[in-house]
């Protein structure tokens, strides 16, 4: 059964005689055969122009030589019988080299993924468009880039012009798809993210957001009235509800979701539930780190930029070394690479001291790019804490702006501490902060970051989740 709004064409040229796997559709009309000559379904510009085809003639010895192939399939052979690849996954059984499974993504797209080890993990290697070829007489295939998949009364035939691909799917076995792990579901699926050249936003007229494909089919019947994204997770939302759905376009059915965290590298989301935080992945259920098999390439992976930076003390006096005084002090210009430290008779000790570190500014891996100006925390003779800017440390001749900024950090804590180079766990008088997610510390109990939400309890005794954006989300 083929599923609402999958891309059809209708061919009226003649009629279908038989398909090869490698020289394709051959229809005969008139007493002739002639070969079927379609657009490039795989070119989304092309396509999305409509479909187009012609025939071509061909010879009678050409067609005498095909139709003695034995992976020819003839009209006669085909029904229109698709029911088993829509919940279905099909495993090649071949021996002596690499396995692949096609599964059917959804409505628009096929993957297949290659086997290559003892654990026959499943490596995305195709995801590629297909649509719909009907014949008249209860006769369609399916069409794709790779080549065509075929219902007859026995079987579904899949042909490849591979060679490799069309050998292997000579024999097969297939699963359904809720017998699966949550790792055997997640495809690689980068290239089908929203509003890359395939699937796109739309505002109505009536400022609701809808997703269409490139044929602009709404590929979900809902319209949200925003919507966040990433390469695996899409977040719709809809009178202050947040709907999960992945790219089968199939929602997620977990309810009362108050917010949630995209994992940038892997399938993973981080969700708040109620007052529940979960981490899911691709088919909704508790995430383990051992059903995960996706891995990033890191092809698209650069080095951490990073810069020296070091505090030292000689004779009671503070001074701060770095590689790099433009990128840890903006605005300072300077060939210099050890400045003094303003005021050192003041501090007991400054953040750094004593320890060789180099300060992360750019990490496309941690998602992290640091925000200026950058901060160091002194610890005062008489045992309490600031937090100050470097350029307030070492320039005498800072402009007024930045003194109100240094002037309007934390000062006199009874302690602090880094997390991470740009948030601080702040206390004072019994009491805690994130620093700068809090400018005030309010929290009797503020517990570590689990990625992006810290849980907390306020002194009246009300309990809730802090995220990494400044959000409060109170227990209901």
Known sequence: MLCFGQQTYKINAGELDFIHPKEGIFIKKNNNLFQLRVNDISDDKVSAKGFKYELE???????????KDVTT????????????LDQTSFTTK?????????????????????LEDSLQKPRNEYVFPYCIFDFGSGK???????????PTKEKLHFLFANATMNKAFKH??????????PAELHLQTSDLELNRDFYKTDTLKNKKVVIKNRFNQI??????????????????????????YNYTFEELKIRNVRAFYFNKFYPMLQILQQNKLRNINLIGADFKNEDLSYLPGFNHFFPDNTVFLKVTKEQNQFYLETDNIDAVASGLRSFESKF?????????SIEFLNEKTFITLYSEMGNYTVKYPLLMYTKLK???YNLNTIESLIDSDIDDKSKEFNALLPKNLDSIASLNGRIYLIERNGLLGYYPLNRDVRYKILEKFQNNFARFELPNGKKGWLSLDGHEYLDE
């Open 140 to 150: 369609k295939i399916i069409c794709h880039q790779e080549g065509f998949i075929i």
């Open 57 to 67: 003639k061909t010879t009678l010895e050409d067609v005498e030589r095909i139709k």
């Open 94 to 114: 071949v021996a002596d080299d690499d396995n692949f499974r096609l599964v059917k993504l959804n409505k628009d797209f096929i993957s297949i993924a290659i």
């Open 172 to 181: 097969y076995s297939f699963e359904d798809h809720k017998k699966w792990k």
């Open 340 to 348: 003094k430290i303003i005021n050192s008779d003041a501090y007991d």
């Open 382 to 384: 008489n045992g309490k």
């Open 219 to 244: 590929v979900i019947k809902k319209e949200f009235d925003s919507i966040k994204y990433n390469s695996f997770f899409i977040i719709g939302y809809k009178n202050k509800k947040i709907n999960l």
């Open 73 to 84: 399939i003839f009209a006669t052979q085909i029904t229109n019988n698709f029911k088993k």
